[in-house]
C-alpha cells in the first residue's frame, strides 16, 4: 500500500495535466508495487481536490464493460470514475479540443436514477431505480502515457474520463430491451465504428449494478438523480481538431457534436 503522501503526490501529478497538457509517465512503472485499492485512493483525493476547486458530482462511468474495450486496452476488467458538473454537454455542442490532452469517443447509454441504489443491486433493481436511459457520447481523456497502461493506471487517471455528451431520446427502461439498443459512430459523415448494448457485460445494467456493489465497498453509494454511463459497446474512436462526431441510435434519436 501507498503511503498518503505519495497518493496526494500521484493526485497532484494528475490534476496537473489540466492545465500542461503533458501526459504524466505510468504511474505503475514508478510504483511498481501499487494495488488497485491504492488507484482509487488516488481518485478520490483527485476528486475531493475538484470538489475543493467547487465542483459537483452528478454521476459516475462505468469503463472496460466490453470484450472489444477489453481487447482495445489490454486490461480485463472494469473500473469506474466521477463525472463532475463542468463535463456535461448536450448534443450538438461545440466543444474546445485544447480543453482535453487527447480525444476519443466511446458510444454508451446513460441511466438517470430516481432512487438510490443498494450494494446488492441486481439488473432488477437498476431497471426499478432508472427513471430513464438516453443516449450517450464518453469523450476519453488520458493523462498517463496510453501504451503499457495497467487497470491500476486506468483507475488512478479517473477511469480516462475526458467528458460526457447526452442527447436523443429519452426512454423508460421497460419500454425498449436494452440489451438490442445499437449505434453507428460516424466522424465527418464516415461510419467508424458500430455496436450493440448487449456488448455490455450482457446487459447495460449490469454494469450500473457492478458498480453499485464497488462503490459500496468503498463506503458509498450510487445516488437518485446520478448519471451513470454503463460502458461502452464500441471501441474508442480517436478525433482530432475540425472533426464532427455523430452516433446514430436508430429509434432512440442520434447524438452530436463538434471539436474546434
Known amino acids: 500500500m501507498l503511503d498518503p503522501e505519495t497518493i496526494q503526490a500521484i493526485a497532484d501529478e494528475l490534476a496537473g495535466v489540466t492545465t500542461s ?4 509517465p505510468l504511474i ?4 511498481p508495487g501499487m494495488t488497485v485499492e491504492d488507484a482509487y485512493a488516488v481518485q478520490g483525493v483527485w476528486a475531493r481536490g475538484r470538489l475543493d476547486a467547487g465542483r459537483r458530482v452528478i454521476g459516475h462511468k462505468i469503463g472496460l464493460t466490453s470484450k472489444v474495450m477489453q481487447a482495445a486496452t489490454g486490461i480485463t476488467e472494469p473500473d469506474y470514475g466521477v463525472i463532475f458538473d463542468d463535463v456535461l454537454f448536450d448534443s450538438g455542442a461545440v466543444i474546445d479540443f485544447d480543453r482535453f490532452a ?3 469517443i466511446e458510444v454508451e447509454l ?5 432512487r438510490d441504489l443498494k450494494e446488492q443491486a441486481t439488473i432488477f433493481d437498476v431497471l426499478d431505480s432508472t427513471a ?3 443516449p ?5 481523456d488520458s493523462r498517463i502515457e496510453m501504451q503499457g497502461r495497467t487497470i491500476v493506471d486506468t483507475i488512478s487517471d479517473n477511469a480516462a474520463l475526458g ?3 447526452i442527447g436523443g431520446r429519452p426512454v423508460k427502461p421497460t419500454e425498449v430491451d436494452l440489451r438490442w439498443i445499437s449505434a453507428l459512430l460516424y466522424r465527418n459523415e464516415v461510419i467508424e465504428e458500430s455496436g450493440v448494448a448487449a456488448a455490455v457485460l450482457g446487459h447495460p445494467a449490469a454494469g450500473v449494478a457492478w458498480l453499485a456493489g464497488k462503490l459500496g465497498q468503498h463506503g458509498t453509494a450510487l445516488r437518485a438523480g446520478e448519471i451513470i454511463l454503463a460502458g461502452s459497446f464500441t471501441r ?3 478525433v482530432d481538431r475540425g472533426d464532427t462526431v455523430h452516433a446514430d441510435y436508430g429509434p432512440l434519436g442520434a447524438v452530436t457534436c463538434r471539436f474546434r
Open 132 to 134: 430513464y436511459v438516453v
Open 110 to 114: 446513460a441511466f438517470v436514477l430516481d
Open 28 to 31: 505503475t512503472q514508478r510504483y
Open 136 to 140: 450517450a457520447l464518453e469523450i476519453l
Open 102 to 104: 487527447n480525444v476519443r
Open 236 to 238: 474508442p474512436m480517436w
Open 163 to 165: 467528458a460526457v455528451v
Open 21 to 24: 497538457k503533458q501526459l504524466i
